[in-house]
């Protein structure tokens, strides 16, 4: 899911930048002896030029040397033609007087600019062409956002003194800033008024610091915004969800109008421009285009390079055969690495709205060829990517025809009676739903159950939660119907990128279309634009019944007539939680593990979703709490939990494995997945995985 920005800013960055830039071209326009100022340069070069030529220091009074600071001093300009010189109007230049290396540049800026304009004008177009013939636009407010944002303003009027408060803080802090630049400008060494979030990676260049005029527009911003999203934050008395939803979209809003997202107060994407003669935006507007393009008339960022992977040459590698096919799942088993395995083999449930080959990206960070480097026979499930086909299929489908087929299968090809489980992110969430129905039936097909960043509990669930009022639903719904009956996995990943805007949205729009850069080949990019689409029954479903209602924690989620509770699975169970998810929540992990009846082992590992599951040993990195000491007993409360939680450095997985090699029997000859009971259907990674949305 990835990317929405709309909106406006009581501080416009772009005005500020308009006005620092009538200071810049004060200070840098030479004057002749007479006091008659020098003819401009071509309209274009010459404010690109005063955007990017102040010096970093200067004397009270005088006037600016011009050397650049961001970027190479500009050209000598010509003389002036006394024939063009008329009085009262702005004197020309000689273009004759400009040597032949400087008429070259402007050429060449001149023609890469136009080149700009009619890459970035034609994709316009396109995009006006395709959706002319489209239905109607969604809702203008398909979040609800509206009404949330009506009771915070509402509250805020109602406390004036808060208000007027706030207001007299953010001219303080402008008065501080602005003492600050002249100090700065003045040659002293002073500290900012207010310095970029630790994390911040959009300030990092020098220019941001060293030019005085690119310094203050980049605190303005940084005043703006934070004085912005704080007021919204410290606003008393709003439902906690309908508040969280207004300081998401301001933030949201905030962060679209930073300074570095524009190409004219944007100091490193000028000084591109001046370096590469126009080249660097004459290629981010072709790779613009190219973006329209690929999104069928949607800008679809891109993100690395996708013509350098491909699933089962450079990615999805680990060897094995498809042992086991129905409509919706592809069951690999996998190859194994050792002479002897466990007698007791694990089935791996991921999430069907990604690809499992997360799991497989590289030999190096593989789970699944670590695994079965451990002895363990290894069994996934491949989600089908769905089509309109298979619009109606219900969440009780998935339960059938993935969890218990693909158990019952890996059953049958190990021969044994029962497997180990592991259920990742909303794989997760579809194996509890399968243990508390097996309890329910009174079957226990499951040994054990490793739940990676999973909730069950959703009280507390990631920003998620916020695309699911009922007003997204209904325009979810629409959008599902509109395309046959499935959500397009482009949906999908603007939604889950727009969770992190700044790094999965902006960073790459300014690197590719301000800058100019071609996306570098990455195999987690690459995977993370590999999205599968979602079966309007099955998803409305899940959105609805865990995210908006909750009502699997609370005892009320019906599932093959069958009302579901987590208290009757008393396997042993392993949850894993990650320090920094913004999808699945450690507290939300927490709340989720509290929930079943038998003996739960809790940890939490380093960094967020994806690279707090995916830390291969080799890597070293990162860190990882556990608390053995509490026997499968959970204190009530994460922060209990954490109180007595020993750090250990470096990846999860061996803490892991020692639990799970005590719940694997004892060893066994090694399996060849193409001499079991199961024919071989086809070479790992099979068939579905390779399905494009």
Not at 487 to 503: H, K, P
């Amino acid at each position: 899911m990835n990317e929405l920005t709309v909106g406006s800013e009581p501080v416009s960055p772009r005005a500020g930048s308009e006005a620092s830039g009538a200071l810049v071209e004060d200070a840098i326009i030479p004057v002749t002896p007479e006091g008659s100022p020098k003819p401009p340069l071509p309209e274009s070069a010459e404010f690109i030029i005063a955007q990017i030529s102040v010096p970093a220091t200067m004397e009270p009074g005088a006037a600016a040397e011009p050397e650049a600071t961001v970027a190479p001093p500009p050209s000598p300009e010509p003389p002036l033609s006394a024939e063009a010189a008329v009085p009262g109007e702005a004197p020309a230049f000689d273009m004759a007087a400009f040597t032949a290396d400087q008429r070259a540049q402007l050429e060449k800026l001149s023609m890469n600019l136009a080149r700009a304009a009619v890459a970035a004008q034609g994709a316009i177009a396109e995009v006006a062409r395709k959706h002319a013939d489209r239905p109607a636009a969604m809702s203008p407010d398909p979040f609800n956002v509206g009404p949330a944002l009506t009771d915070v303003m509402g509250r805020l009027a109602a406390q004036p003194e808060r208000l007027m408060r706030a207001q007299a803080n953010l001219f303080d802090s402008y008065m501080d800033l602005w003492q600050s630049a002249t100090r700065k400008m003045a040659g002293e060494t002073v500290e900012p008024v207010v310095a970029p979030a630790k994390g911040d990676k959009r300030f990092a260049a020098p220019e941001w610091q060293d030019n005085p005029v690119f310094d203050v527009i980049k605190q303005s911003y940084l005043l703006s915004s934070n004085w912005m999203n704080e007021l919204v934050a410290g606003v008393e008395g709003v439902d906690p969800l309908e508040k969280r939803r207004v300081e998401f979209f301001t933030k949201m809003l905030t962060d679209a109008f930073s300074p570095t997202n524009f190409l004219a107060s944007n100091p490193v994407a000028l000084k591109a421009l001046m370096e590469t003669g126009g080249e660097s935006l004459a290629q981010g507007m072709e790779n613009f285009a190219a973006d329209m393009k690929r999104g069928n008339g949607d800008l679809a960022i891109s993100q690395t390079d996708y013509q350098k992977f491909e699933i089962g040459k450079n990615v999805a590698t680990a060897p094995g055969k498809v042992v086991f096919k129905n409509e919706l799942i592809e069951l690999l088993q996998f190859s194994p690495a050792t002479e002897q395995v466990r007698q007791i083999p694990l089935v791996i449930f991921p999430p069907w709205i990604n690809k499992f080959y997360v799991l497989d990206l590289r030999p190096e960070n593989s789970l699944i060829r670590w695994l079965t480097a451990q002895g363990i026979t290894v069994f996934l499930a491949s989600w089908v990517n769905p089509d309109a086909q298979l619009s109606t299929k219900t969440f009780e489908d998935y339960m059938r025809q993935g969890v218990y087929e693909g158990s019952a299968a890996a059953m049958k090809q190990c021969g044994v009676g029962q497997v180990n489980a592991v259920g990742y992110c909303i794989g997760g969430t579809l194996l509890g739903v399968s243990l508390a129905h097996m309890a329910a039936k009174g079957v226990s097909p499951i040994a054990s159950a490793t739940f990676f960043a999973a909730q069950q509990d959703f009280s507390e669930a990631g920003d998620l939660r916020l695309f699911t009022n009922e007003s997204w639903l209904k325009e979810l719904e629409r959008r599902m119907d509109a395309g046959g009956g499935v959500l397009d996995g482009q949906a999908l990943a603007e939604t889950f990128n727009v969770l992190r805007s700044n790094d999965m949205i902006w960073s790459f729009f300014v690197d590719n279309y301000l800058l100019g850069k071609a996306p570098k080949p990455f195999d987690m990019l690459y995977w993370n634009s590999d999205q599968t689409r979602m079966p309007k029954t099955l998803h409305l479903f899940y959105l609805r019944k865990f995210y908006a209602e909750n009502a699997f924690a609370k005892g009320e989620l019906v599932i093959g007539n069958e009302t579901l509770d987590l208290k009757k699975v008393t396997i042993p169970v392993y949850m894993q939680s990650s320090k920094d998810d913004h999808i699945a929540p450690a507290r939300s992990v927490y709340k989720s593990a509290k929930l079943f009846g038998g003996p739960v082992t809790f940890m939490m590992a380093g960094s967020g979703h994806i690279a707090g599951v995916i830390n291969a040993p080799a890597a070293n990195k990162y860190q990882h709490w556990s608390n053995d000491a509490l026997g499968g007993a959970l204190p009530d409360t994460l922060e209990e939990w954490q109180a007595g939680a020993i750090p250990q450095p470096g990846s999860w997985w061996p803490n892991w494995m020692e639990w799970l090699q005590a719940r694997s029997g004892p060893l066994v000859p090694a399996r060849d997945p193409a001499a079991g009971p199961l024919p071989a259907l086809g070479d790992a990674p099979g068939d579905y995985v390779k399905v494009r949305s």
